[in-house]
């Protein structure tokens, strides 16, 4: 397709980023509505698994996808995926329970990562590596312009209207994308497809056991430390599926023909160190971006509304650094010092954050935010660059979706790392604080609090809901308001070794870069 005319590639490439923009709002406006969605439909025990549903069907298809599109095209993988994501968003917002949702959460996650796995790798088709940098930069830019409209929007429907607009507010993006690709998208030449039919079969195999390696893996993080203890027989024997799985996965791929994940790939050192800087990356940008909006509610008191609003200034700046970056790229040819200081600045942002109290001023809090926003705009679309430049143009879509398949799984670890991080600390020190507390009365309502209490709804109390929880007694408003400070210190304690251990995947990945070979960028297809 890079002999298209220009006024064609311009047509296509806002095909795929309106896309791209739907599938990321629909990623992100989620997390900032999930405590009105529980309120609404109850099932507190299954709140993760709205976002890990999501995560884990994406996760499962993108691989796959990433190697039949270099068969079959990306137009039919990117018009399937916009019209599941259509159809998921449609019935997400007619649940009428937890379990529901999460089934349509999941039909979501398929389309999200049929459009992803296809729409990164499309740039690639398009445009030789040289000029592509710049338009990896829009492409990330659109996800930046997601992390924009989505937070304040999320805010402002679970304020003032209902939950369900989140799913349903954003498909005319879903409609006018599947118009343009339809229409705009050509699609792979009769000739072409069957040569490529001819070349490859497909590994049915090799992608049962990946289907399989992955889910168990992503269980095993989701569910270890919240659901079942780290040696549970449940986490144990989830671990040995996912080795077991995953060494019969190796095996099989070595003796197919046409494996579902070409082994050769990971002995290109600048392809493994590429996906393991976008896995480390997956971890710690979501430490930011899913638990500031904690820190705004829960620390500051802050509605919905205001801490999206607040969480623009982050992406604004990521947009803003990811489309400059891409120019810069495409005109110097050079993309290495640029990606250790992007890691750099998203580190010691990242790592900024842990510092911040109660008493922090919005102005040190909106610096720190803009320091991870530009951080994290410089450096992510760098690298889906270096994982397309490390391989031959007949591998094009497998590497894209080896990458984005690894910055999710990150993502999803990540959270549940994370999670599990703010929770352990959080309730240490709540033991701590206790401890040395005299009245016997606030011991009494904060122990009867956490008793009935999750850590995500521990993380939005206020005084005012306090009469929501059934105690025996509610004590004078002094000695609530010892009760609230106490459990907001020590969700800050919980806060801060989350930002920590987030700053620290963004530090490892700039050691790994400094080992990675620059390979010079192609100005041809191949």
């Not at 398929?110 to 729409?119: D, E, K, R």
């Not at 900024?352 to 909106?366: E, P, V, Y």
């Not at 907001?488 to 989350?498: A, H, I, P, W």
Request: hydrophobic share 50%; charged share 10%.
């Amino acid at each position: 397709m890079q002999n298209l005319q220009h006024r064609q590639k311009i047509g296509i490439m806002l095909a795929i980023m309106a896309a791209v923009l739907f599938t990321a709002i629909n990623q992100i406006i989620v997390g900032i509505a999930l405590p009105a969605i529980i309120s609404d439909l109850g099932g507190l025990d299954y709140f993760s698994w709205i976002f890990t549903a999501y995560m884990l069907a994406a996760c499962v298809v993108t691989v796959i996808a990433g190697r039949l599109s270099d068969v079959y095209g990306r137009k039919p993988f990117i018009l399937t995926g916009v019209i599941v994501l259509l159809v998921g968003s449609i019935l997400a917002g007619t649940a009428t329970d937890v379990i529901e949702l999460i089934i349509y959460r999941v039909i979501q996650g398929v389309g999200g990562g049929l459009i992803l796995a296809s729409c990164f790798t499309a740039v690639g088709d398009l445009f030789p590596t040289r000029e592509r940098a710049r338009w990896q930069g829009l492409l990330g830019a659109s996800y930046g312009l997601a992390s924009v409209l989505a937070p304040p929007m999320g805010g402002f429907i679970s304020d003032h209207w209902h939950w369900k607009w989140v799913f349903w507010i954003f498909t005319p993006i879903g409609f006018l994308a599947l118009i343009l690709i339809l229409f705009l998208y050509p699609s792979m030449e009769k000739k072409q497809k069957q040569k490529q039919k001819q070349k490859q079969s497909i590994d049915y195999v090799g992608a049962a056991l990946l289907i399989i390696t992955m889910i168990t893996s992503l269980l095993t993080f989701s569910w270890a430390g919240r659901r079942f203890d780290w040696d549970s027989p449940e986490i144990l024997s989830l671990l040995v599926s996912t080795i077991f799985s995953s060494i019969l996965l190796l095996l099989t791929e070595r003796r197919t023909e046409h494996p579902i994940i070409p082994l050769p790939l990971f002995r290109n050192s600048t392809f493994v160190i590429s996906i393991l800087v976008t896995f480390l990356m997956g971890a710690s940008m979501l430490g930011s971006l899913l638990f500031m909006p904690i820190y705004l509610q829960g620390i500051l008191g802050l509605s919905a509304t205001s801490s999206g609003t607040i969480m623009m200034i982050m992406t604004l700046c990521l947009v803003a650094a990811s489309v400059l970056c891409g120019q810069l790229v495409s005109r110097s040819g050079k993309y290495k010092n640029i990606a250790i200081f992007g890691l750099l600045i998203t580190s010691i942002g990242i790592y900024l954050l842990s510092t911040l109290t109660a008493q922090t001023d919005l102005s040190t809090i909106l610096t720190y935010l803009a320091l991870v926003g530009v951080g994290i705009g410089i450096a992510l679309p760098l690298f889906n660059l270096t994982i397309q430049n490390s391989v031959d143009h007949k591998n094009l879509g497998i590497a894209t979706a080896v990458g984005q398949l690894f910055r999710q799984l990150g993502a999803s670890i990540g959270v549940a790392l994370m999670g599990n991080l703010m929770s352990y600390n959080m309730y240490s020190e709540l033991a701590k604080r206790i401890s040395h507390i005299t009245s016997p009365q606030v011991i009494s309502v904060t122990k009867g609090v956490i008793n009935r209490m999750d850590i995500r709804q521990l993380s939005l109390i206020n005084p005012g809901k306090f009469t929501e929880l059934n105690l025996t007694s509610i004590p004078d408003a002094k000695i609530l308001q010892e009760v609230v400070i106490t459990i907001r210190e020590s969700l800050n304690v919980g806060l801060s070794y989350v930002f920590i251990g987030s700053a620290l995947p963004a530090f490892v990945a700039i050691l790994l870069v400094i080992f990675l070979r620059e390979i010079p960028l192609r100005i041809t297809k191949e």
